[in-house]
Each structure stands twice: as structure tokens, then as C-alpha cells.
């Protein structure tokens, strides 16, 4: 039974009993730790999060197992780490058993993004409040048991500037992640500090260091030494403790739900992302005019079609200024297309035939159906539109210091442009401002409208405090 076989001995493991209610489990709990250096373990409610503070977690109001690691001494980890390796098929199920339990997990991945179309996984790690383990994706075929339980409704996932994380689930397992919380996010919502690295974020919320990060690490080679997977662990070993008492602190500040917000906002985006026309992106596009665009956006997708099938990065395929300049030159014959600055080198001439069919699909594309030249975030502003950003970007910034959140998560010039834009301008094409809606409005969105609509003034009050301004009606 591989119950957190870092923390006990077989023996120990194997007399755990299933956990059926309060005591049990803290029995476990403690027959888990009893060989460990932990200061006086101890248990603390932790309700689940996302749900009313009334509704009992896992069907009764008992308190999550010992969330609480604040005094955990992560040399637990460093000197058993290698057996908490994963690497067997039933193992994992039965860990992904015991997340389930727990109803909540610290998650992190390593993994090599630059030789291949989609970064490759090379390892998964894992913290419930009693153990830590890391699996090897590369011995185990079926994860599927692991992406359930991140798109389940029931347990909570934790991560830590998990962009990569939600990726791997959306592709990978085919689904997307329900209950995510995510502590640098979490971070910015109860202090200006955003983004915080992880061990920033360890040294500040809980006071510890930890030993850095195996950076030079080829997460594809096996096998891993010990060391390798201990670094890996101490990623997510930290985690629930510091989501613990950001949990408290934002209860306590009335920001749960921002940060709930918040959280599914990053989901979202990396959904939105991950389906939106990503040729839209190339930069220089707002150079091409529609014809050379049709051109640009073919191009675009035979690149990444192929570059899957290859399984290589795209840009190894084709640079993105060799596909705006065939888009500018759209050339007919081999020849033409030879032409082209760099284009003569022994990878590309391979493709030449694809080239040219892309070319000539852009060609053909109806003059009616022809794709729109990209929004941009205008370049030429009006006069206004910038001393009015920067006077709201002053007043946002003494806000956030006033209410000790960060700045850069609620919102960025383009944000407070588009606030300008609609007030003044009238301009409402587009979805409303994100300063006015949500949990932002909540931060600044009275005060922003107010200072555009002439309703209130502003002074220097305390000139040594972080947010020196006052706000006030004039007479
Ligand atoms: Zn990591």
C-alpha cells in the first residue's frame, strides 16, 4: 500500500487503518507523522473551498485532515523523497483514491517545452495534508484518474501559477479544470505583491526556505535522481499550508469570492485562448492587407499542423517573419518563392510544394470572405485618452496601496484606456470595461467614473504614506 511511502515505513503503512470518521483519521494522521520531525501537528477547519461556509465538507462538518503544515519540516521530504515515485498504474489509482478523500491536493508538473509541438510532461506532483508523492508519467500510461479529479466538482486543486498546469488538463485530459485555486493569485488579492515566485511566496506566507529550483533539469531523462524529484516535491509541499492561511486572511478580508473569481477567470482565458484563432497573434499583422492576411493565416495553419505531426516547435517549421513576408509576396512558382530571403535553406525547400499550395489557397480566398485586419490596441491615441489613463492610473495605484492588493491584477493601462474609451468616448462596442465589472468595481470602479465624471478632486494628504492621495467631493 504506498501510503505516503516518503513519510512511513512499509510496516507502518500497511497497518493504517481506512479512515471512517474524526478520530480515525486523526489517528492516521498521526501514525503518518509519528516518525517524522513535525512540531506539534494540528488539525484546523478548513471548509471547503467555493462552498458556503454552512455546507459540510465530504458529507459532514469535520474539519479537512491537518491542512495545516505551517511547522512542517520539508527535510521529511528530502530524505525519503525517492521512494514517493510513482510509477505504477494501480498506485496511482490508488492515490488519486486518497485526493479524492481529502477533497483537496496541491498539484505541479515539471516538464520540457522546448523540443516538441506541446510541452511534454515529465512528472506530476502532488500534497494532500498527509503525504506527498511524485508520478512518472512516462511509466504510466493512463492518467485519466488524475484529469477526473481536477474537472471534478468535489476536490479542490492547488496550484501555483498554474497556466501549464490548466493546459495539460485541457489537452492531455480532455477537460477542463472546475475547483482551481491558484496562491500567487491568491497572493495578489491580500497584498501588492503579484506575481511572487514560489519562493518568495514560501518565504513570505510561511517563513521558510526552500532550496530553489532544479532549473537545469531535462525533466525527459530517467531516471531521476533522488534529489530531482525531492526539489519537484518541495514545489507542491508548501502549497496547502499557504493556501491555508491566505484562505483565512481573505475570508477575513471579505475577498474569497475575488479570488474565486479570479481563479475561473484564468481558467477561462486559458479556454478562450486555446480556441481562439491564434494566427491573430503573429506580430506585424496590422502591416498585411486583406489579401496578404488570407495569405498569412494558410500558411499559419499548415505550419502548426505540421509542426504537430513532426512534434516540434512551430517556429522551427517556419520563422513568423518568413510567413508575413511569403503573405507580402505571395509567390506563384519555386522560383519566386526562392527568392525570399532565407527561405533557401534545406528544411524549408522541403516544404516548398505545401508553400505554394498555401499561397495559392490565400489567392483564391472570395474577395467577401477575406479576414479583417486584426483590433489593435490603438497606437495613435487621442491627447486625452492618455493624460485621462495616467490621471486614472495614478488614482488606481493609490487605491490598490490603500486597499493592499495588487495593482497589476486588477489592472492594466490597455484596462484603464478601455475605461476612458467608454465613459468619454462612448465607444461600447465591446464587452464593458473589466475596472467596472466584478470584484474590480468593487476595488475602483465608483472611484474611477467618479474622477472622469469631474465628481470628485484629489490631494496630497499623508506624502510618506504608500498611498499619499485623498479623494474627496469638491465644495
Ligand atoms: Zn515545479
Redesign the pocket.
Same mark, same amino acid.
Given at each position: 500500500m504506498p501510503v505516503a511511502r516518503s513519510a512511513v515505513d512499509d510496516g507502518a503503512a500497511e497497518k493504517l487503518p481506512r479512515p471512517c470518521g474524526k478520530a480515525c483519521r486523526m489517528r492516521r494522521f498521526r501514525s503518518l507523522f509519528a516518525n517524522l520531525r513535525v512540531s506539534k501537528p494540528h488539525t484546523r477547519a478548513v471548509t471547503g473551498f467555493g462552498l458556503p461556509a454552512k455546507t459540510p465538507v465530504g458529507g459532514t462538518s469535520l474539519p479537512q485532515l491537518g491542512a495545516c503544515f505551517c511547522n512542517f519540516d520539508s527535510s521529511f521530504a528530502m530524505s525519503n523523497s525517492h521512494d514517493s515515485l510513482i510509477i505504477d498504474q494501480g498506485e496511482l489509482e490508488a492515490l488519486c483514491g486518497r485526493i479524492r478523500e481529502a477533497e483537496i491536493v496541491a498539484f @505541479?508538473?515539471?516538464f520540457v517545452s522546448e523540443y516538441s509541438y506541446r510541452p511534454e510532461l515529465g512528472l506530476l506532483?502532488f500534497a494532500t495534508p498527509t503525504e506527498c508523492a511524485a508520478v512518472d508519467p512516462y511509466a504510466i500510461d493512463d492518467l485519466a484518474c488524475w484529469w477526473n479529479l481536477m474537472a471534478d466538482d468535489v476536490t479542490t486543486v492547488v496550484v501555483h501559477g498554474g497556466q501549464a498546469e490548466i493546459r495539460f488538463c485541457l489537452e492531455l485530459g480532455q477537460q477542463t479544470p472546475r475547483r482551481l485555486v491558484d496562491v500567487q493569485i491568491a497572493e495578489g488579492l491580500r497584498s501588492k505583491s503579484y506575481p511572487l515566485g514560489y519562493e518568495g511566496l514560501v518565504g513570505r506566507v510561511l517563513g521558510t526556505k526552500v532550496h530553489g529550483?532544479e532549473t537545469r533539469t531535462d525533466w525527459r531523462r530517467r531516471p531521476l535522481s533522488p534529489e530531482q524529484i525531492r526539489y519537484?516535491l518541495e @514545489?507542491v509541499s508548501f502549497i496547502l499550508p499557504i493556501w491555508e492561511r491566505q484562505q483565512t486572511s481573505l475570508s477575513r478580508l471579505k475577498r474569497l469570492e475575488w479570488a474565486e473569481s479570479e481563479f475561473q477567470r484564468m481558467v477561462n482565458d486559458i479556454v478562450n485562448d486555446a480556441t481562439s484563432e491564434r494566427w491573430l497573434r503573429l506580430s506585424g499583422l496590422h502591416k498585411l492587407g486583406r489579401r496578404e492576411l488570407a495569405v498569412a493565416r494558410e500558411v499559419f495553419g499548415w505550419r502548426e499542423a505540421e509542426a504537430g505531426n513532426r512534434n516540434c516547435p512551430p517556429r522551427r517549421i517556419l520563422r513568423d517573419d518568413l510567413i508575413l513576408e511569403l503573405a507580402r509576396r505571395r509567390p506563384k512558382t519555386a522560383k519566386e518563392l526562392l527568392a525570399t530571403r532565407d527561405m533557401n535553406r534545406p528544411n524549408y525547400k522541403r516544404s516548398l510544394p505545401q508553400l505554394l499550395e498555401c499561397v495559392a489557397r490565400g489567392r483564391a480566398v472570395p474577395e467577401d470572405e477575406l479576414p479583417e485586419p486584426p483590433k489593435l490596441e490603438r497606437g495613435d491615441q487621442r491627447g486625452d485618452e492618455h493624460v485621462l489613463g495616467q490621471l486614472l492610473g495614478i488614482a488606481l495605484s493609490n487605491r490598490c496601496a490603500e486597499m493592499n492588493v495588487s495593482r497589476q491584477l486588477v489592472g492594466t493601462s490597455a484596462d484603464l484606456r478601455h475605461l476612458v474609451r467608454w465613459h468619454v468616448h462612448d465607444e461600447r462596442s465591446d464587452s464593458p470595461p473589466r475596472l467596472s465589472t466584478g470584484w474590480r468595481a468593487d476595488v475602483c470602479g465608483q472611484l474611477l467614473t467618479d474622477l472622469l465624471e469631474g465628481k470628485i478632486s484629489l490631494r496630497v494628504g499623508n506624502p510618506k504614506s504608500d498611498h499619499p492621495l485623498v479623494f474627496e467631493q469638491p465644495e
Open positions: @505541479d508538473t515539471e506532483q529550483k519537484a @514545489d
